[in-house]
């Protein structure tokens, strides 16, 4: 009984703080993008719309790193073993999307551009060393950052 105590209460503790500190980035996310709704606009398209006029490109980009806690990697190891869609790595996955684009789009805030052209996603695993022991997953968004001239100012 002793041994099943040991078991089962790593499980258990990671399971709630892994849900928690989740459910406290989401928050985080959604309050960040609220911030950010009507500021700073992404496209997949590669052309600087006319009515812009003048205006100065920059190459942007916005990464993050979120890793796997022990529950989840206990859960797609069973959703693995009897196949299927592994929805406890998709919440992962949909946080790190969101937290890229998120830092793209803050950094683009920064710099005063209006929007960002061109975005892309690209993703990679960390597993240290073994693509059967995943870890994480990386996550960079990257685009064209579009900054109007101000009338009068002058080319940088």
């Not at 996310?29 to 205006?55: D, K, S, W």
């Not at 005063?112 to 975005?119: K, R």
Request: hydrophobic residues 45%; charged residues 20%.
């Amino acid at each position: 009984m002793f041994e099943f105590f040991f078991i089962v209460f790593p499980l258990i503790v990671g399971y709630l703080v892994g849900t928690w500190l989740e459910n406290r980035h989401f928050a985080d996310i959604r309050a960040r993008e609220a911030a950010l709704q009507n500021r700073v606009f992404t496209y997949t398209h590669n052309h600087v719309p006319a009515e812009m006029g003048a205006c100065e490109l920059r190459l942007l980009a916005g990464g993050t790193v979120v890793s796997v806690d022990a529950f989840k990697r206990l859960a797609a190891k069973v959703h693995s073993f009897f196949g299927g869609r592994v929805g406890v790595y998709e919440s992962l996955v949909e946080r790190a999307r969101r937290e890229a684009i998120l830092r793209l789009r803050e950094h683009a805030a920064r710099i005063g551009a209006e929007m960002v052209l061109g975005m892309r996603i690209e993703t990679s695993p960390i597993n240290d060393g073994d693509p059967r022991k995943s870890m994480g997953v990386e996550l960079v968004a990257y685009g064209t950052a579009v900054i109007p001239h101000k009338a009068g100012a002058s080319a940088v």
